[in-house]
């Protein structure tokens, strides 16, 4: 079965960092396309960073510079670096695996982040 787990979240203070860890199994991973998403309380989800296997990577503008994702093909891993956090950047954070030539999307259960001082 596949499966999509995240990992790492947890309330720091304005201008701390995290670091999100995204484990995927059950697929092959070199086929999808890795993105981290959010979802604040009364907002929908967006993206937040994606990378594809060939390390092409796209970001919200809320978060360039700001924020780092990258994927470990050995260990079937992505990871989103998050530094200078805003309390802007509180959410739920979900970890996606896509491979659009199939139309196919897994979604982890979500990690919260809180940033609160």
């Known amino acids: 079965q596949v499966q999509v787990v995240e990992s790492g979240g947890g309330l720091v203070q304005p201008g701390g960092s995290l670091r999100l860890s995204c484990a995927a199994s059950?697929?092959?991973?070199?086929?999808?396309?890795m993105g981290w998403y959010r979802q604040a309380p009364g907002k929908q989800r967006e993206l937040v960073a994606s990378?594809?296997?060939?390390?092409?990577?796209d970001y919200a503008d809320s978060v360039k510079d700001r924020f780092t994702i990258s994927r470990d093909g050995a260990k079937s891993m992505v990871f989103l670096q998050m530094n200078s956090l805003k309390p802007e950047d509180t959410a739920v954070y979900y970890c996606?695996?896509?491979?659009?030539?199939?139309?196919?999307?897994?979604w982890g259960q979500g990690t919260q982040v809180t940033v609160s001082s």
């Open positions: 990378i594809t296997n060939g390390g092409r990577t």
């Open positions: 059950g697929i092959t991973f070199s086929w999808y396309v």
């Open positions: 996606n695996a896509r491979r659009d030539s199939t139309n196919t999307n897994y």
